[in-house]
C-alpha cells in the first residue's frame, strides 16, 4: 500500500520556538495533502488542505500564521509551528492523496508535539 | 465529525466476530472508508467502498453499506488481541475531504 513517512514522531521544545514537521510520500506522488491535529481521545480535526504549487487551504478558526504549511514537491509537505506555546501541544497527522477520487488518503504516523 | 457518527466503545471476546457501525448524513458521500489508529500510531487504512457497491470483502474484513439508511459497518472476523485499536469511520465527496467519526475503540478479550 501507499506509504507516507512523517517526522519527527515526537518533539519537546520550550515555548517560543518553531518546529517543522516533514510529510513525505514514498511511493506515489501526492498532490494533495492534509493537515490534521488530534487531541486525546478525539477524532483527527481537519487543518487545512494544501496541494502541490499552491497556497494552502485553511480551515475556520486555524490561524495561517501559526500553521505555515508548504507543499513545494509532489512528494514533501512540511507544516511548520510558528512560535509555539504550550496550548499547541497535540498531535498532528498528514495524509496524502494522489488526487484522484478512487484514490484514498493515506497517513502519515504522527507527530506528538509537547511545548513546555 | 458532527457528520459521521459511531459507537465509542466495543468489546469483544478473541475469536469472536466484531461489527462496527456507522452512521453519516451527507447523501452526496461517494467513499466511504474505514481507519484503524493504535496507540501513538497514525491512521492505517483498512478498506474502502465506493458508494454504489453493498459490499466490500477483504480477508477477515467485510464492510456493509446500506444507502438508503446512511449506514455502514464493519466486520472483523475472528478477533484476533491485535485488533485492538480505535476504528475510524470516514466518508468524502467531491472535495476530497474527509470527515471522520468521533471513533470506536475495539477491545478484545481473551
New interface residues.
Partial sequence: ?AV?S?HPSWVICKSGTSVKIECRSLDFQAT?M?WYRQFPK???M?MA?SNEGSKATYEQGVEKDKFLINHASLTLSTLTVTSAHPEDSSFY?C?G?G?L??Q???????T?LSIL | ?EDVEQSLFLSVREGDSSVINCTYTDSSS??L?W?KQEP??????LT?I?SNMDMKQDQRLTVLLNKKDKHLSLRIADTQTGDSAIY?CAESSDD???S????TTVTVRA
Avoid at chain 1, 484514498?104 to 504522527?110: A, E
Avoid at chain 2, 501513538?40 to 487504512?45: M, R
Avoid at chain 2, 471522520?100 to 471513533?103: E, L, M, P, R
Fill in positions: 500500500g507516507v512523517q494533495t492534509f478525539q477524532s483527527l481537519l488542505t497527522i495524509g492523496s488526487g477520487r478512487s484514498p488518503q493515506h497517513f502519515g504516523d504522527g506528538r | 465529525g461517494t467513499y472508508y481507519y501513538g500510531a497514525g491512521l492505517q487504512l474502502y465506493f475510524f476530497y475531504k474527509l471522520f467519526g468521533a471513533g
